[in-house]
Structures are given as structure tokens and as C-alpha cells.
């Protein structure tokens, strides 16, 4: 298996542009979690997913972050407008179980 | 409140030598904890788990780790440390909503 596929691995974007980050989880994983990890915060669960379905937003900022899973192979994380402290590398994760998360490679982003 | 505590920031030790990183945890239920390993640039990677049972884990890598309900503790060893073993390594506790703790950076020096 690939493993959790994330694109791009890197974006640079300029303040008050959208961003979309993209995530393929593991084929037959259920559930899909969006990270946001930063020196200042570490690691913290934005959203996830069970089944496409969203169960748990709490974690995502403001409203200029949304996040889909329009099937079981695709989710998408926007940033719209994005700001310079939005800054951060952005990670998914998948798991069959909810348990065992397999991590992504991350996107890092930049917004100047 | 539920939370992660890695009292140590940054740990250095020589090639060879053993191993033990540091984790206590605060969760109301029954915690399922877990170690992932950060290297630079890349995800992380789990290196072990705790859901029930023995409280010895062991995991890849030749890590192992400790559970100790009333310490709630979770400590990551190794007996010998290899220069590959540098990176950062994170604990975490829950069910599905996973609480990372800040990290802990490893260096090996040969």
C-alpha cells in the first residue's frame, strides 16, 4: 500500500489567497483526520472524519478553514482567506479503527 | 482535562548507550496511549501502542514501553540507542480524538 498520499508537500501563497490541501487516506480506512502542527501549538486535531462524514470539528480555528470528504478515497482541507499565522504543516491521518493513526507526509504551508 | 506531559524538551545520549523518554498522562477513562517517531521533513510513525493487557509493549524498532496506571506513565526505552534513532519522537493518549504531548527531540552522538 502507498500509504496516506498528501498534496502538495509544499505551498508558499501569498496572504488573502485560498489554499486547498488534498489527502488520499489508506484504501479501506474509515476514518480520516486533518493535523495542524505547529512550534508554537505542536500538534493538534483540526477535524476527522467517520465514514465521510465529519464527527468532530472543534479543532478547526475560524471560519476560514473547511474541510470535506466528498468520498472514501479524497478529503480536502481549504484555507479561505489565508493569513501568514495560518503558517504550519498541515498532516492527515487515517485509520481502520480510529486508533492506529497512519500519518502522511505533510504539507507544509507558507503564507507571506 | 485530558492532556500529554513530555517533561523533556531535548535529550542527548552517545551511540550505544540505553534509553528512556518520558510520559505522563491525564485522561478520565481508560487511556489507550500510543508512541510516533517524527524525523525530520517526514510524518510520523507509530512505534507502539497501549490498549489493554501486558503493560510491557513492545514495538518496532527495538523500542518497548511501560505502562504504569498509577504513576500514569508511559515511558519509551530502548537498551541501545542507534545514530538512526535521532528524531522526534511524540507521545499521545485517546480513543479516536488523539492529545499529542510537545515532543521530545533525540540526538545521538557517535
Known amino acids: 500500500d502507498a500509504g496516506v498520499i498528501q498534496s502538495p508537500r509544499h505551498e508558499v501563497t501569498e496572504m488573502g489567497q485560498e489554499v486547498t490541501l488534498r489527502c488520499k487516506p489508506i484504501s479501506g480506512h474509515d476514518y480520516l483526520f486533518w493535523y495542524r502542527q505547529t512550534m508554537m501549538r505542536g500538534l493538534e486535531l483540526l477535524i476527522y472524519?467517520?465514514?465521510?462524514?465529519?464527527?468532530?470539528d472543534s479543532g478547526m480555528p475560524e471560519d476560514r478553514f473547511s474541510a470535506k470528504m466528498p468520498n472514501a478515497s479524497f478529503s480536502t482541507l481549504k484555507i479561505q482567506p489565508s493569513e501568514p499565522r495560518d503558517s504550519a504543516v498541515y498532516f492527515c491521518?487515517?485509520?481502520?479503527?480510529?486508533?492506529?493513526?497512519?500519518f502522511g507526509p505533510g504539507t507544509r504551508l507558507t503564507v507571506t | 482535562a485530558q492532556s500529554v506531559t513530555q517533561p523533556d524538551i531535548h535529550i542527548t545520549v552517545s551511540e550505544g548507550a540505553s534509553l528512556e523518554l518520558r510520559c505522563n498522562y491525564s485522561y478520565g477513562a481508560t487511556p489507550y496511549l500510543f508512541w510516533y517517531v517524527q524525523s525530520p521533513g517526514q510524518g510520523l510513525q507509530l512505534l507502539l501502542k497501549?490498549?489493554?493487557?501486558?503493560?510491557l509493549v513492545q514495538g518496532i524498532k527495538g523500542f518497548e514501553a511501560e505502562f504504569k496506571r498509577s504513576q500514569s506513565s508511559f515511558n519509551l526505552r530502548k537498551p541501545s540507542v542507534h545514530w538512526s534513532d535521532a528524531a522526534e519522537y511524540f507521545c499521545?493518549?485517546?480513543?479516536?480524538?488523539?492529545?499529542f504531548g510537545t515532543g521530545t527531540r533525540l540526538q545521538v552522538f557517535p
Open positions: 497501549y490498549f489493554s493487557g501486558d503493560t
Open positions: 491521518a487515517s485509520s481502520a479503527d480510529s486508533y492506529e493513526q497512519y
Open positions: 472524519f467517520n465514514n465521510n462524514v465529519p464527527i468532530d
Open positions: 499521545a493518549v485517546g480513543r479516536g480524538k488523539l492529545i
